[in-house]
Every structure is written in C-alpha cells, then in structure tokens.
C-alpha cells in the first residue's frame, strides 16, 4: 500500500489542470510539504480504528498521509471543484486505499451530520479566517470526536491554548476548554505552503474531556464568556451588566458565584464561567 504523498511540483501540476488560482476568500495555502503532513498524522495519533474528520482537503495533501492511518477519512471542502477532484487524485496515488475516502462538499460550519460512522478525531489544515468557529462547532455538533490536531494561525493556536491569566486569553481559550484539553504541538514554517502565508503557523493537539458538571446549559455558559469579554477592560461587575439586566444583579451572581465582582474575565477558568451562569437571574431586564 504504497501512496504517493504530493510535493511542491505535484501540487501546482494539479492547480493547473483545475485553472485554480488560490483565493485568500477561502483561506487557501496548500501544503507542499510530505514530511509536515506526515508529521501532522503522527502527532494527531491517529490510530487504526480511527474515523477521521477533515475539514478543507484542498488538493489532497494531508488526505494521502491520513488515509493509511485511519479507517476512514471523511473529507469536507466548500470548494466543488476540490471536492470533485479529490477522489480522482487519491486513486491515482493510493488506489488500495481510495474505498476509505468519503468526500462531503459542503460548508464545515453549516454542516449537521455526516455519512457514515460518526467521526473519532479531527486533523485538519483549517483556512484561518475560519479555523476558531469550525473548531468549536465541529466539537458541539459531533461528541463522538475524541482527539485530534489543527494547523492554524500560530495566534489562533496561542488562543486556542492559552490559559488564565494570559494576555491571549480569551473567548476561544474558554470554550475550547469547555470542550477538550488543548495544548501547542509545535509551530510550522512558511515555506511548507503554496502560496506562502504572510503569517507563521502552529499546531494545535487536543483531547476530549468531559464538560464542568453544571445546571447551566452549554449556551447558557457560553453567553456568560461572550458577555464577560466583550469589554475586556470591565470588571465583572461592569461587562456582566447587560447579560444580568443590571450592574447589581450581576455583582449578586458573581458574589453567589464565590467571584470577586472586581475581577476580570481574563482571570477565570471555564469552571467560574459555569458557576457564574448558573446563579444569572431567570429573567434578566436588558437595557
């Protein structure tokens, strides 16, 4: 079983024969690397049995790589002419393993369900503009996704990473939180896509882990972090006014929460931000 991994020149070849010109609208840099996408797979850990999830294909780099590794690669591109040609690429490059191949052209932040098994890991050269919101939707939407790793902006993996206290520390940290414990995995050169970025990369290694015990839903806690950071200078007590109808009411959540109402949201883990939504008031006046 010996697929054929695509390099720089292969890459381009395919482009070509596609008219394709990469567009910064869709967040397009291919990867020309094998070793990186090799690399990717041996860090996602990806095991046997795993159904993979990945989201934007693009020319097939990392599809290749994954598909010896995992059970079954269930690859959704928004762009329909990747998505048509992709199948023909891993068939002529790895033909004993194309029946492993599942190609869904759709939008990944739209998408609800999938064909087949449901997904066990997510590995992914996620578009940057898009990578936070399709991380954290594909985690909501499928429970069933364990593990995994995404190559993105190596901020958005600081982001994603960070934890209290820090200055990159924010809504994604939290949420990401809520959902899976995440860590850096190493960073990625410029050279190793066509085009070439114009910002470094990093990788993002992340294991499931069960969500805060709470009476809170995950909306519920999701629109206390939201509230909390929308004026990152504020104190509690003032960026919670709005979620709670009142700066009082919101420094009475905060108190019942065990929270200093004189805190900022920065400084609290995702299991503050449960407590805190647990004690908002039923029926909070907005205005």
Excluded: C
């Excluded at 070509?16 to 990186?36: H, S």
């Excluded at 797979?41 to 693009?58: H, K, M, N, Q, S």
């Excluded at 982001?159 to 520390?169: D, S």
Aim: proline share 8%; charged share 20%.
């Amino acid at each position: 079983m010996g697929e054929r991994l695509l390099g720089a020149a292969d890459v381009r070849e395919l482009a070509g024969g596609l008219g394709l010109r990469p567009t910064k609208t869709l967040g397009q840099n291919f990867v020309i690397d094998a070793n990186t996408v090799r690399r990717i797979v041996r860090d996602a850990e990806v095991a046997p049995e795993d159904v993979v999830l990945e989201v934007g294909p693009g020319l097939g780099s990392l599809t290749l790589a994954l598909l010896p590794a995992a059970s079954r690669v269930v690859a959704v591109e928004v762009d329909p002419a990747l998505a048509q040609r992709l199948p023909a690429t891993v068939a002529e490059r790895a033909p004993d393993l194309a029946d492993r191949l599942e190609v869904v052209p759709a939008d990944a932040l739209r998408i609800a369900e999938l064909p087949g098994p449901p997904p066990t890991a997510l590995v992914a050269n996620l578009p940057y503009n898009v990578a936070v919101p399709v991380v954290l939707h594909l985690l909501g939407t499928f429970p069933s996704i364990r593990h995994g790793l995404v190559m993105v902006q190596a901020e958005v993996a600081d982001r994603l990473t960070a934890g209290p206290g820090g200055k990159v520390y924010g809504v994604p940290s939290v949420k990401m939180a809520w959902y899976a414990h995440a860590r850096r995995a190493g960073n990625v050169g410029r050279a190793v896509f066509w085009p070439a970025p114009n910002v470094d990369s990093g990788l993002v290694a992340f294991t499931r882990r069960e969500p805060p015990s709470t009476s809170a839903s995950r909306k519920e806690v999701f629109a206390a972090i939201d509230a909390a950071f929308a004026q990152r200078r504020k104190t509690l007590r003032a960026a919670l006014a709005g979620w709670a109808g009142s700066a009082a009411a919101a420094e009475e959540a905060l108190r019942a929460a065990d929270v200093d109402p004189a805190t900022r949201g920065e400084a609290l883990d995702v299991e503050a931000f449960t407590r805190i939504a647990e004690h908002r008031p039923s029926s909070p006046t907005i205005g």
